[in-house]
């Protein structure tokens, strides 16, 4: 089956430590999102790429990167992970320009915890 | 410039009862609306989508939801609650406003009891 993944599904880090988190997916999708989302809250986007074209949230903090590879895969890199990151990061992908709304296909989410 | 306004953050309801999740939007293009579920420690799921072809969408599991462009809304509604349904719901507005962005409710948790 097509579906994005997301690994690892849980990931503890330590305070000030460098953390990446990774997505990948196989529905050949041109649009891969980047979300946090804190308990009970709403996910909130913090970037996303259209194929290679890199789309920074204007309120993403810096500590915040982010890579894409190739079409498959994206990752998140928080470079000092700081203990207001713990949260679960959602990582979902949409086809832009192939489909009306632009439905966003998700992953099951990395929670991180920083110690 | 888009929002959406989700009423109520907690809502309760018997197993066998109508579920009722309210959903109101504003948009300044003519806008897709989504509902998506999430259960715990999971990603967000695509119930049912709006997309201008029919103001009445069916959804998986039951669900469905009418698009009212007078109200602005979009509630969401199941004729008869089980104890699956009960997670996380989010109401979601996205549009062409000089880019493609989906803005998402706060969300609604919905509890079903036996």
């Known amino acids: 089956d097509a579906m994005v993944i997301q690994n690892p599904r849980y990931q503890v880090t330590q305070f000030g430590k460098p953390v990446t988190l990774s997505c990948s997916q196989t529905?050949?999708?041109?649009?891969m999102y980047w979300y946090q989302q804190k308990s009970s809250q709403a996910p909130k986007l913090l970037f996303h790429y259209y194929d290679k074209d890199f789309n920074n949230e204007a309120d993403t903090p810096d500590n915040f990167q982010s890579r894409r590879p190739n079409t498959s895969f994206c990752f998140l890199d928080i470079r000092s992970p700081g203990l207001g990151d713990a949260a679960m990061y959602l990582c979902?992908?949409?086809?832009?320009?192939?489909?009306?709304?632009?439905?966003?296909?998700f992953g099951p989410g990395t929670r991180l915890l920083v110690l | 410039a888009q929002s959406v306004t989700q009423l109520g953050s907690h809502v309760s309801v018997s197993e066998g009862a109508l579920v009722l999740l309210r959903c109101n939007y504003s948009s300044s293009v003519p806008p897709y609306l989504f509902w998506y579920v999430q259960y715990p420690n999971q990603g967000l799921q695509l119930l049912l989508k709006?997309?201008?072809?029919?103001?009445l969408v069916k959804g998986i599991n039951g669900f469905e939801a009418e698009f009212k462009k007078s109200e602005t809304s979009f509630h969401l509604t199941k004729p008869s609650a089980h104890m699956s349904d009960a997670a996380e719901y989010f109401c979601?507005?996205?549009?062409?406003?000089?880019?493609?962005?989906?803005?998402f409710g706060a969300g609604t948790r919905l509890f079903v009891k036996a």
């Open positions: 529905l050949n999708h041109n649009v």
């Open positions: 979902a992908t949409s086809r832009r320009g192939r489909e009306e709304g632009e439905t966003q296909y």
């Open positions: 709006y997309t201008s072809a029919a103001t």
């Open positions: 979601a507005v996205s549009g062409w406003t000089g880019g493609f962005k989906t803005i």
